[in-house]
């Protein structure tokens, strides 16, 4: 039998629409009456990826390794000052059933920054 074939390790990657903290800044999820996302979770989240957007929108080249050199850094209320998407994929809110903002919309929304981080955390 003949051998299988290699693996394509070079598969072209995914591109990713990118979103700036400033965009970000501007953006509010959807809100519904009914089972919804805790607002104010939902909105420290939104606000701390953005924070770390702009941490990295601001440097290239050796400052941005720099900056990924502080990833443990905690801020004064203990959380990370930067944030990788596997950080966010795996955030979780409390769900009320008399409103906040639409899961779905939320969910969605994490996934795609996920990504975004993820490309600012790869970038050269």
């Given at each position: 039998?003949?051998p299988a074939p290699a693996p394509d390790v070079a598969a072209p990657?995914?591109?990713?629409?990118?979103?700036?903290?400033?965009?970000?800044?501007?953006?509010?999820?959807?809100?519904?009456?009914?089972?919804?996302y805790a607002i104010r979770e939902v909105d420290a989240l939104l606000?701390?990826?953005?924070?770390?957007?702009?941490?990295?929108?601001?440097?290239?080249?050796?400052?941005?390794?720099?900056?990924?050199?502080?990833?443990?850094?905690?801020?004064?209320?203990?959380?990370?000052?930067?944030?990788?998407?596997?950080?966010?994929?795996?955030?979780?809110?409390?769900?009320?059933?008399?409103?906040?903002?639409?899961?779905?919309?939320?969910?969605?929304?994490?996934?795609?920054?996920?990504?975004?981080?993820?490309?600012?955390?790869?970038?050269?």
């Open positions: 039998p003949a990657v995914e591109p990713v629409a990118l979103i700036t903290s400033a965009q970000l800044r501007q953006l509010t999820p959807p809100m519904v009456d009914s089972t919804g606000n701390a990826v953005a924070d770390t957007l702009e941490l990295f929108e601001k440097v290239e080249g050796a400052d941005l390794q720099r900056l990924r050199g502080t990833q443990y850094r905690q801020g004064a209320d203990g959380a990370p000052v930067l944030l990788a998407g596997d950080q966010i994929r795996a955030a979780l809110f409390t769900v009320h059933d008399v409103g906040g903002y639409e899961p779905r919309a939320v969910d969605a929304a994490v996934r795609r920054l996920a990504k975004v981080l993820d490309h600012h955390w790869a970038r050269e």
